[in-house]
């Protein structure tokens, strides 16, 4: 397997504009996380997908991020508008075990 | 929720041992685990302890005590490519998977 894919490896953008982060996690896993990491606030996790349903979205900052899974091998996070703040490296990581997730190598988003 | 303490920086001699501590506070706690990240990666799975003691993978050992909320992540025979930073990450119910703010290790010849 590939393990888990995310595009783009990079992105700028301007200030209100969308911007859509993609994933596929690796194949047969149940259970898929978005993290973002800044080094103010570390590796922050925003929401947890078991079998493609949303568990836990409590660490979404707001409204204007929004993440879905409309199938076992893909994602995305979406963030409309935009904000210089959130700019970061966003990970998406699956697992299938308890405690062992498979990282992506990250989206650097630069909001400016 | 859940918090996790770990120290912001480590420093040690290459071929030392160096151990990496992990003090949490949550609510049905099911287990522990390590990851290592180098500069400009992404975070590598090394270890997870569900039960109370000490797991040993080569070079690497992770221990949990559940009654202590505690735990750490033991490095022997530390080598330069070491050097990178070190998270504990609970795994609580339906919330698993929440890192702390992780340890930067400098191995240092």
């Known amino acids: 397997d590939a393990g888990v894919i995310q595009s783009p490896r990079h992105e700028v953008t301007e200030m209100g504009q969308e911007v859509t982060l993609r994933c596929k996690p690796i194949?047969?896993?149940?259970?898929l996380f978005w993290y973002r990491q800044t080094m103010m606030r570390g590796l922050e996790l925003l929401i947890y997908?078991?079998?493609?349903?949303?568990?836990?979205d409590s660490g979404m900052p707001e409204d204007r991020f929004s993440a879905k899974m409309p199938n076992a091998s893909f994602s995305t996070l979406k963030i409309q508008p935009s904000e210089p703040r959130d700019s970061a490296v966003y990970f998406c990581?699956?697992?299938?075990?308890?405690?062992?997730?498979?990282f992506g190598q990250g989206t650097r988003l630069t909001v400016v | 929720g859940q918090s996790l303490e770990q120290p912001s920086e480590v420093t040690a001699v290459e071929g030392a041992i160096v151990q990496i501590n992990c003090t949490y506070q949550?609510?049905?706690?099911?287990?522990l685990s390590w990851y290592q990240q180098h500069d400009g990666g992404a975070p590598t799975f090394l270890s997870y302890?569900?039960?109370?003691g000490l797991e040993e993978t080569g070079r690497f050992s992770s221990f949990l005590s559940r009654s202590d909320s505690y735990g750490y992540l033991l490095l022997q025979e530390l080598q330069m490519k070491d050097s990178a930073s070190y998270f504990c990450?609970?795994?609580?119910?339906?919330?698993?998977?929440?890192f702390g703010k992780g340890t930067r290790l400098s191995v240092i010849a």
């Open positions: 990450a609970v795994n609580s119910g339906n919330t698993p998977l929440v």
């Open positions: 302890n569900a039960l109370d």
């Open positions: 990581a699956s697992s299938l075990r308890e405690g062992e997730a498979f």
């Open positions: 997908f078991n079998n493609n349903v949303p568990i836990d």
């Open positions: 194949s047969g896993h149940n259970s």
């Open positions: 949550t609510s049905g706690f099911y287990g």
